[in-house]
């Protein structure tokens, strides 16, 4: 067998980030999502979103986000004073918290297996969190860096997520809306949430699967070769393709060894 | 039992974990993501085929990979060399499996590299590239505990040494444990991990989650009926 025959697993996984490299670079998606390798040119460290999602989930499984002296005494449980950058995210989400939620769930794991007609796939995704209200089934996203889009809509990650919640909403008789919060100060308005219908829903359904038949006919997994692209890319001092090559930035052994 | 199945016998789906156990056909998986790991040992072990310090003669790689790989190899390849400079040994030959009949249980699967040094001394090398930190006691691994019991008669020897060598990172986390006292806690540990995994799968219910997107058993699997 050729390393081109090994490359991928009978049944193609997707996720929300594995698309988004996927729409990125080729090259991109083979080297984290088929590879796994270790990353040459790390990023920034994710400490802060991290921490706020931790700190989202915790303040909505133990109580709520309206109460201020709970949230005043989780953030202080996890070294955050009340005036700091953290504090700010949390009191943001507030302003966009549905009040009037009758259940709610954080860091939801959901996957959706796509049979027939082929290629087969499996999507997957960890839902930051996801309420019950008027009828319908709010994903939210919470997002602590830029905002890209003007629709939710028009990302295909976000397309993903609601593909994902469509059978517990329909199980469940709800609609479904998949909204990004952005928290970061910065930024004033989020992007126009996505409510898919059933049609749209099917639509999605169809993107995704062209979207593995595509993965499983990928001839050479060329780099972009886009400034914009590689020079953010985790991957660009190992890429024979890169348009801003750049040295690994992993240690390496002592000359004289 | 594998490493893989001891490791995640609390979180792993319990229908995934009752196909592992009982070796149950599935879909296939890609290969690739061990591609690099694997040379690297395999090359390793070459090398010390009789006893020799480390020679970066000896990693050659395939053809094979892909220019990713390959530097991720080059690298790793040159951070085994410096790490493990100046110590001659000679690799070990193992089966690849140890029955555990106390249990009723047989250890399957890679156990690091083991090699003894010109002196006789014993050492067991558990090598990684990239992903979690090192453990400070490398005992905390589970890698580490599964290699150790497979090779426990081997290691059942005076000087004996542990080194988990992260190639990617550079970085080595080394124990000499005392093997006899040791041995007992880790039979403990595995029959408390063989326990639990009897135990849930018992009743092997699948669960749809994360971990569905690299299970080799969706295509028949309840959780993805409606799908």
Redesign the interface.
């Known amino acids: 067998m050729?390393?081109r025959d090994?490359?991928?697993?009978?049944?193609v996984?997707?996720?929300p980030s594995s698309l988004e490299r996927w729409n990125r670079c080729r090259?991109e998606y083979?080297?984290r999502d088929?590879?796994?390798?270790?990353e040459?040119n790390p990023g920034p460290p994710a400490d802060m979103g991290n921490l706020v999602h931790s700190l989202l989930r915790m303040i909505h499984e133990q109580g709520t986000c309206r109460d201020d002296a709970f949230v005043t005494d989780v953030l202080a449980r996890h070294g955050v004073d009340g005036v700091g950058p953290v504090s700010g995210f949390i009191a943001r989400h507030r302003v966009r918290c549905p009040a009037d939620a009758s259940r709610s769930r954080h860091e939801l794991?959901?996957?959706?297996?796509?049979?027939a007609p082929a290629p087969?796939f499996?999507a997957?995704?960890?839902l930051d969190a996801v309420w019950i209200h008027d009828g319908l089934l709010d994903v939210r996203d919470y997002k602590t860096g830029g905002s890209f889009f003007e629709r939710v809509a028009d990302d295909p990650r976000a397309r993903l997520q609601a593909w994902l919640a469509a059978?517990i909403a329909a199980r469940n008789a709800l609609g479904v809306r998949v909204r990004y919060e952005h928290l970061a100060a910065e930024i004033d308005d989020d992007p126009d949430p996505f409510e898919p219908d059933a049609d749209e829903l099917d639509t999605i359904g169809e993107e995704l699967r062209m979207v593995v038949a595509q993965i499983r006919a990928e001839p050479t997994f060329a780099g972009a070769a886009d400034t914009a692209v590689c020079a953010r890319c985790r991957?660009r001092?190992?890429?024979?393709d890169s348009a801003t090559p750049a040295e690994?930035a992993?240690?390496?052994?002592?000359d004289e060894? | 039992m594998t490493a893989g199945l001891l490791r995640s016998a609390d979180t792993m789906c319990a229908r995934r974990l009752d196909h592992e156990h009982r070796g149950v056909r599935g879909n296939r998986r890609s290969t690739q993501r061990f591609r690099v790991a694997n040379a690297i040992v395999e090359d390793a072990r070459l090398n010390h085929i009789d006893t020799r310090e480390p020679d970066l003669h000896f990693f050659a790689g395939s053809d094979e990979l892909f220019a990713e790989q390959r530097h991720v190899y080059d690298n790793a390849a040159a951070w085994y060399v410096a790490l493990f400079a100046r110590r001659p040994v000679r690799s070990v030959d193992i089966d690849f499996e140890t029955e555990h009949s106390r249990l009723g249980v047989r250890l399957v699967g890679p156990a690091g590299l083991p090699v003894e040094t010109t002196d006789g001394a014993r050492e067991l090398r558990v090598l990684r590239l990239g992903g979690a930190p090192l453990p400070a006691d490398p005992f905390d691994a589970t890698e580490i505990r599964f290699a150790v019991l497979r090779l426990a008669e081997w290691l059942d020897h005076d000087a004996v040494r542990i080194v988990v060598a992260d190639l990617a990172r550079g970085e080595v986390s080394v124990a000499e444990p005392d093997a006899s006292r040791g041995r007992d806690d880790l039979d403990e540990w595995l029959a408390e991990r063989v326990a639990r995994i009897r135990a849930r799968i018992e009743t092997p219910t699948s669960r749809a989650g994360v971990e569905c997107g690299w299970c080799p058993f969706v295509a028949g699997c309840p959780a993805h009926r409606a799908s």
């Open positions: 050729s390393p090994t490359l991928l697993a009978d049944i996984a997707l996720s090259r083979r080297s088929l590879l796994g390798l270790p040459s794991e959901l996957a959706r297996f796509h049979r087969m499996m997957t995704g960890r059978p991957y001092g190992v890429c024979p690994p992993w240690p390496t052994p002592p060894c």
